[in-house]
């Protein structure tokens, strides 16, 4: 990965951590199955709900780490049941997929419901608590 000469500001100390989750962010954009929806749900909250037809819950996985979260669907192995079906078209994606999104610090992602289709997660960022810290001055001497 080739570094951004905005990060090697000296005005911009400590911000590698932004340059990963944008890193991130661009990587996951590039994604492009199954689709999906962001919506702002109001106080801070957001749903995300993915299309995600056929799947069972057994067969998804919801894992956040590191702010991230990731949504694995997995597929079966076929073999034999593919083999006795014979489709004239085959429009509706049979297989596995991998789709990331990059929540900010504090998001905490309250659950999952898969319903008609439909996966629907609910992330929050609760409002921090405002902090104000007085740094004391020493004298040197």
């Known amino acids: 990965m080739n570094r951004s000469p905005l990060y090697d500001s000296p005005f911009l100390l400590g911000f590698e951590h932004t340059r990963v989750l944008i890193e991130r ?27 995600v037809a056929g799947f069972s819950p057994d067969q998804l996985d919801v894992v956040v780490e590191d702010n991230q979260l990731t949504v694995t669907g997995k597929r079966p192995a076929d073999g034999v049941a593919s083999a006795e079906r014979a489709f004239l078209h085959r429009g509706i994606a ?39 810290r007085r740094i004391p001055i020493s004298v040197a001497g």
């Not at 999104?101 to 921090?128: C, K, Q, S, T, Y």
């Open 25 to 51: 962010a661009a990587k996951a954009a590039s994604e492009g199955y199954p689709p999906y929806n962001v919506e702002d749900t109001g106080e801070g909250a957001v749903r995300i709900t993915l299309a």
């Open 94 to 132: 049979a297989r596995g997929f991998v789709r990331s999104f990059v929540l900010a610090d504090g998001m905490d992602v309250r659950g999952a419901i898969l319903e008609h289709g439909l996966l629907r997660i609910d992330a929050v960022r609760p409002e921090p608590a405002r902090l104000v």
